[in-house]
């Protein structure tokens, strides 16, 4: 491979980026709090700041703080520096998908005893989906969590297929929030540690095996070979320098991959049926697979 292709660009760019964050797979818990997946849905975007006020104090809608614990599933204690990824709609029912000002989206870094809270307001329904708001949960040696919390009292609750009754929570009014007609809810997630490469890997690589839509003129084969993993990038469009590129993924977790030649890692995400539907990099790209 040149050193001039765009994938190693867009490797380079992306191991300078942000720290590895591991992805999540549905998986039974035995400590206090239950770890509950949820579709991440189409409208998760990177790069939202870090902030406890996802937006002004008078952006239309009923105000609402979220706040909860971030612990260890298997020992419910807390992750102190757990960070969460959080997105939702505004009142018209619109997500923030282009603007600089991430309207309505935010990180927000969990305290020593693994505690969040941030301010809001309440999600309205859009199409067939109730009032929710959407949580990407990462901590260092962890899975992430990607998951949803939901709103008690929203017929579509009942309707929409993709709502888990552990997910909906009872709303409180707030006392201390200056806002007129606050409300409070209480969201804990808890996370389970990444494993390391198991006897199975023959296995599960041939689930992994697929193509995975890279960036929109990058598409990512990946064949499994026995116990070993490739892939093989191919490239349309103003990337496209006539380069076919390919290597090897070297097993660093169950199912987290680094590319040596670029100093890279690529994580294989399930989905709440346990089938593996994206792949998350080391920038915090998300690739969807396509078949
Ligand atoms: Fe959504």
Request: hydrophobic share 35%; proline share 7%.
């Amino acid at each position: 491979m040149a050193r001039t292709s765009p994938v190693r660009r867009r490797l380079i760019a992306g191991s300078l980026a942000l720290p590895f964050v591991p992805l999540a797979r549905v998986f039974a818990g035995n400590g206090c709090v239950a770890p509950v997946t949820n579709i991440i849905g189409p409208a998760y975007r990177k790069g939202a700041p870090f902030r406890t006020r996802l937006c002004a104090p008078d952006e239309p809608g009923t105000p609402l703080t979220m706040q909860g614990r971030i612990v260890d599933a298997a020992t419910c204690k807390p992750l102190a520096a757990a960070v969460l990824d959080v997105w939702q709609v505004n009142e018209a029912g619109d997500y923030d998908m282009d603007s600089d000002a991430f309207r309505l989206r935010g990180k927000i870094k969990a305290d020593a005893l693994g505690r969040y809270a941030f301010d809001t307001i309440v999600p309205v329904p859009y199409g067939r989906r109730p009032k929710h708001i959407h949580y990407l949960v990462t901590q260092p040696g962890y899975e992430s969590r990607i998951t949803q919390v939901y709103f008690e009292g929203d017929d579509r609750n009942a309707t929409d297929r993709y709502v888990k009754k552990e997910l909906i929570i009872a709303t409180t009014e707030h006392a201390g929030d200056p806002r007129t007609g606050a409300r409070l809810g209480t969201l804990d997630v808890a996370l389970e540690r990444e494993r390391p490469p198991e006897a199975d890997s023959e296995h599960t690589y041939r689930e992994y095996a697929g193509r995975y839509q890279f960036t929109p003129t990058i598409l990512l084969a990946v064949t499994a070979q026995g116990r070993r993993l490739f892939w093989h990038a191919d490239v349309h469009g103003d990337d496209d320098d006539g380069e076919p590129v390919d290597g090897e993924f070297m097993p660093r977790a169950k199912g987290r991959f680094f590319v040596p030649e670029y100093d890279f890692e690529v994580t294989f995400v399930r989905n709440e049926h346990g089938s593996v539907d994206h792949t998350l990099d080391s920038e915090g790209h998300l690739s969807k697979r396509i078949d």
